[in-house]
C-alpha cells in the first residue's frame, strides 16, 4: 500500500531494522510493485560545467571554491544531441542535461536548452533536466518543449540544510519542485548521504520525500563524492551499509518509485552493487561521468547487466502500480 503519512517513529523502526531483515522487506515489495529484472538506465551530461553563484558544500562547480574545473560556456545543441545518441545506443533510455545554474533565467541559454529537450525527445529518450531554481512558466516551457523529468534534490533534511548550502533555502527546493508538478512534468528528487548529517538528518530527509503528496517519480540516493577544493573534502567514505540502509528504506516507503542508486557507485564492487539491486535499487546512472566525477563506464555496466541477468527498462514505460 502506497502511503503518504509516514511518522517519524515509523520510518525510524524501518531504518533501523535488522540490515538483512530491512533488505529482505525491501526486496519482497520491490517484487510486488516492480519487475526486478529491469533497472533503468540513465545518462547524466553536464551541459554547461562550473562557475556557479551557490555554496553547496559539497559541489566541485561552485565558483568560491578552488577545485581545478574549468568554468565551460554552455555545449552546443549538435554535440549534445551526439552524445545523447551514443547513450542511447549504449543502452540508456534516460538523458538527464545538469547546468551549473543557480536558477533558470529567461534569455538565449534557456532556449537553447529548450532547443536541446527537443531535440533529445525526438531521438526517443526520456529527458530530464537539472538546471537550478524554476518558475512555474518555466516549468511549463519545459514541458511543452517535451521534458520529461525535472531533477531537484533535497539533499538532506531540513534541519541539517543550512550546514550545508546559505544561498538558498530548503522552501526554495520544495517550491521548484511544486513548480515542476503543476507544469506536469515527473519529479526526480532525493538526496546525499555522507556530509557530516546524522542518521535521524537521513530519516528527516526520507520523511519529506515519502509524506508528499505524490511520491517523486525517482528518488536518486547519492553518497557523497569527496572532492578536492570543497569544504567536505576530508570527510570519510560513506560505509557501504548506509546506502544499502538508505536504499532499502526508500523503497519500502515509496515502493513505485524509481530508486536510483547514483553517485559512490564508482567506488562499489560489483556484488555491493547487486546488494543495493537487491535491497531494492532499480536505476543508475551510466556513462565515463557523473557531471564531473568519475562513474562506471557503459561497457563496466554492460557487462555488470549480463552476470546479473538485469535489462534496461525501456524509455516511457507507465508505472501500473497496484494499489491495494
Known amino acids: 500500500m502506497i502511503r503518504h503519512d509516514w511518522t517519524l517513529e515509523e520510518i525510524k523502526d524501518i531504518y533501523n531494522t535488522p540490515l538483512l531483515e530491512l533488505m529482505y522487506r525491501a526486496a519482497t515489495l520491490h517484487r510486488e510493485y516492480q519487475d526486478t529484472a529491469e533497472v533503468q538506465v540513465c545518462t547524466l551530461l553536464s551541459i554547461k ?4 553563484s551557490e555554496d553547496c558544500a559539497y559541489c566541485p562547480q561552485a565558483a568560491r571554491y578552488n577545485t581545478g574545473i574549468d568554468v565551460q560556456a554552455l555545449m552546443k545543441k549538435d554535440e549534445v544531441l551526439a552524445y545523447a545518441q551514443k547513450a542511447k545506443d549504449a543502452g540508456s533510455t534516460r538523458f538527464c542535461m545538469g547546468a551549473a545554474w543557480r536558477e533558470v533565467r529567461d534569455n538565449r541559454d534557456f532556449d537553447r536548452v ?3 529537450v527537443k531535440g533529445v525527445n525526438e531521438i526517443g529518450m526520456e529527458v530530464c533536466c537539472t538546471l537550478g531554481m524554476l518558475t512555474e512558466s518555466q516549468a511549463q516551457k519545459l514541458a511543452d518543449a517535451g521534458l520529461y523529468s525535472y531533477n531537484h534534490n533535497l539533499d538532506t533534511s531540513d534541519d541539517y540544510y543550512g550546514e550545508i548550502i546559505t544561498t538558498r533555502t530548503y522552501d526554495d527546493r520544495l517550491k521548484t519542485i511544486d513548480n515542476v508538478r503543476k507544469a506536469g512534468v515527473t519529479v526526480c528528487c532525493g538526496g546525499i548521504i555522507g556530509l557530516g548529517e546524522s542518521h535521524e538528518d537521513r530519516i528527516n530527509m526520507l520523511r519529506t520525500l515519502s509524506n508528499m ?5 525517482s528518488v536518486p540516493i547519492n553518497a557523497l563524492t569527496r572532492v578536492k577544493g570543497t569544504p567536505l573534502e576530508h570527510l570519510p567514505k560513506v560505509e557501504f551499509w ?6 532499502a528504506t526508500t523503497r519500502i516507503l515509496m515502493p513505485g518509485a524509481m530508486v536510483r542508486l547514483s553517485a559512490g557507485r564508482a567506488e562499489m564492487s560489483l556484488s555491493e552493487q547487486a546488494m543495493c539491486f537487491m535491497a531494492g535499487a532499480n536505476s543508475i546512472f551510466t556513462g565515463e561521468k557523473l557531471l564531473t566525477t568519475k562513474n562506471p563506464s557503459f561497457e563496466e555496466d554492460h557487462m555488470m547487466f549480463e552476470l546479473l541477468g538485469l535489462k534496461p527498462r525501456e524509455a516511457f514505460k507507465e508505472e501500473h502500480v497496484h494499489v491495494h
Open 49 to 52: 560545467t562550473g562557475g556557479c
Open 114 to 116: 529548450i532547443e536541446m
Open 213 to 217: 503528496p505524490s511520491h517523486p517519480d
Open 242 to 247: 548506509d546506502m544499502v540502509r538508505m536504499i
